[in-house]
């Protein structure tokens, strides 16, 4: 590899680690207290993250030594498989529920979520059958019918879970992909007129969504029940200041603020490392987005360039979608910051995509 390539790693891998480490420091922060109430260990959740940032870092390694190129061999099985795991979690036995969604499969004690595998799948099935097409990604038939068809059988099994955040990010990662190939602009309007009433439809006839969107327009109509966590958000990011709380100072994860260590992390974060420790954490994302897409667009095949695009997307829109939400901009969904909120199969799944990026970044 080439000192210029080489500098991208590096660049790369210093700023994913550093999130992972802040995601490490945190999730102990947020659920010491937690864990000795529940499990009468306060280190319970921060050895289970560790195992798995352990791991996944393990992953990216081996992952940077393996020619990108391998994965499009076996982008079918692998959209298989992905589509097989998430239709497991709802045989009595081997999924889990929590929350009232049925997402996880329980192995060896520890739970893992089959979609946080379908969305690197999904890009690298994509990033193959779009290259392949070549000028034929211009003819609707060609272009847009079978994504759609495959991107739609992920997109419902998730709808039953139900999973809708990530459902839409998989649609998103579909739509940035199909124009990043060359898909014509008027056959992606023909895809979003029928979307725009399906989202409409989804969000007005389930309870609990409808709930969260008149929430967002008003939490205070409702500040103990409805409200309760976006306005816990908000009082974290006022209670940060310049430099916070200091670490493990905050008050808002002490049973006040719902999922404060996977969907709400960042406010933990405002709170306890104020302004400062919110510019680091988004330095540090910035740095590794900038890095990736610069990867995409300037190394690797067709495929390469379309695979590393579409992982730099997902991780991108899942990141900017969580703290939209932390923030009140977007109504409440449960999407995790990457690298940095809990839960182990997310964790390993970008550590994985991240792997897959510095091969791409090694290679022509």
């Known amino acids: 590899m080439g000192q ?23 999730v ?4 010491s207290v937690m864990a000795l109430r529940e499990h009468h260990d306060q280190t319970y959740f921060l050895k289970r993250h560790a195992i798995f940032a352990f791991l996944g870092i393990l992953v990216l390694g081996v992952t940077s030594r393996i020619d990108y190129k391998i994965w499009q061999k076996f982008s079918y099985p692998l959209l298989g498989l992905s589509l097989l795991l998430m239709l497991l979690v709802f045989i009595p036995g081997l999924g889990r529920s929590s929350g009232g969604a049925q997402r996880w499969l329980q192995i060896a004690g520890f739970s893992f979520q089959p979609a946080e595998l379908a969305k690197i799948t999904l890009v690298i099935y994509l990033a193959d059958s779009l290259s392949r097409k070549g000028e034929k990604v211009k003819q609707f038939l060609y272009g847009v019918v079978p994504h759609l068809v495959v991107t739609g059988a992920l997109v419902g099994v998730l709808l039953l879970q139900p999973d809708f955040g990530t459902a839409v990010v998989l649609l998103m990662v579909m739509g940035i992909l199909l124009f990043a190939a060359g ?50 958000s908000y ?20 049973f006040y603020l719902p999922e404060a260590h996977t969907d709400f992390i960042f406010s933990v974060i405002a709170e306890e490392l104020g302004f400062v420790g919110v510019v680091l954490m988004l330095g540090l994302l910035f740095c590794f987005l900038w890095r990736g897409f610069l990867v995409a667009s300037t190394r690797g095949s067709v495929f390469g360039r379309l695979l590393g695009f579409g992982l730099v997307c997902s991780i991108g829109i899942q990141a900017v979608l969580n703290i939209a939400v932390v923030v009140g901009v977007l109504p409440t969904k449960g999407l995790p910051l990457p690298f940095v909120s809990y839960g182990g199969s997310a964790l390993l799944a970008n550590l994985f995509a991240v792997g897959i990026l510095r091969s791409i970044s090694s290679r022509d």
């Open 4 to 26: 210029q390539n080489f500098q991208k790693d590096r660049l790369l891998l210093i700023s994913v680690l550093g999130l992972v480490l802040m995601g490490v420091l945190m």
């Open 183 to 232: 898909v014509r602009l008027k056959h992606l309007l023909l895809l979003v007129l029928p979307v725009i009433p399906a989202f409409y439809f989804l969000l007005w006839s389930v309870p609990y969504r409808r709930a969260r969107w008149t929430t967002f327009l008003d939490p205070w109509s409702d500040p103990q029940g409805s409200g309760f966590q976006i306005i816990q």
């Open 235 to 254: 009082l974290a990011f006022g209670q940060g200041g310049l430099f916070g709380q200091g670490l493990g100072n905050g008050h808002q994860k002490l």
């Open 28 to 31: 102990y922060s947020t659920t």
